[in-house]
């Protein structure tokens, strides 16, 4: 478990280093990606 959380705590330290990094600009591509997977989704079968 403890090693589960630490290769957490690294992702998100990689991840909040990444957008400290680009900034705003980030944020729209983020949300342009959001859209786009938002599109592609399949509605489940019932």
Do not use: T, W
């Not at 290769?7 to 705003?24: C, E, Q, S, T, Y």
Request: proline fraction near 2%; charged fraction near 30%.
């Amino acid at each position: 478990m403890i090693s589960r959380m630490s290769h957490l705590v690294i992702g998100d330290i990689l991840a909040v280093g990444v957008a400290l990094r680009k900034g705003p600009a980030l944020v729209d591509r983020l949300g342009d990606a959001k859209k786009v997977v938002a599109q592609r989704r399949v509605a489940a079968r019932d």
